[in-house]
């Protein structure tokens, strides 16, 4: 069986990565989104984080790796959205240099042009991402929605509403948009506020177009 890592956060940077392409599908914003609200997800489904009048609010005290807690537990109470939002491009930093660390993955800094600074990511073992994937799709398409794993479970959940094509093409969405329901339901608030936060900025792009 092959290893994969432990953090939400970093099997969801992983699978937004294209093997095929041997690249990532996601950067910036809308991978941070993606990441922190994995931050959060891991947070709720441990106890670690609750939800109060549609709010997270601290809940058990343990480990907080990407101070998403701390954050939280130091200011007045905010939404969902706004946590999802908060340091998302900080976060693909801290991630991606997690991965690097571990020996998940290698980058190469190149100039595009020669001019335009731009990182290169490789999966030192493609077999990871492939079993991450094979995680989300047997639970897009497989057992009963309460025996799925969790993280599974969750990982189908913020690549629908990342829009990750890497896991989860348009219309596979659609087809399957019941089941993420679903498996949405069970990861908790944050993949909801990855998917309006999307939507915003895919409107703000259709009209500045």
Request: charged share 30%; aromatic share 6%.
């Amino acid at each position: 069986m092959v290893e994969v890592p432990e953090s939400l956060p970093a099997r969801m940077y992983l699978l937004a990565y294209d093997l095929r392409k041997q690249k990532m599908t996601r950067g910036g914003t809308r991978l941070g989104y993606v990441l922190r609200a994995a931050a959060l997800t891991e947070l709720y489904l441990d106890g670690r984080l609750g939800e109060e009048r549609r709010r997270p609010v601290p809940g058990t005290p343990g480990d907080d790796p990407y101070g998403v807690l701390g954050q939280i537990a130091a200011s007045r109470p905010r939404s969902w959205q706004h946590w999802v939002r908060k340091d998302a491009k900080a976060i693909v930093g801290t991630v991606r240099d997690e991965l690097v660390r571990d020996g998940w993955i290698r980058v190469r800094g190149r100039r595009v042009l020669g001019l335009f600074p731009r990182q290169e990511v490789t999966v030192k073992d493609p077999r990871v991402v492939k079993s991450l994937w094979g995680g989300a799709s047997s639970a897009l398409r497989g057992r009963p929605v309460a025996h799925v794993n969790s993280y599974d479970a969750a990982a189908v959940a913020l690549a629908a509403a990342g829009e990750l094509t890497s896991v989860l093409p348009g219309s596979d969405r659609r087809r399957h948009r019941r089941r993420i329901d679903e498996l949405t339901a069970r990861s908790g608030p944050a993949a909801p506020a990855v998917r309006k936060l999307i939507r915003q900025l895919n409107a703000a792009a259709a009209g500045s177009a």
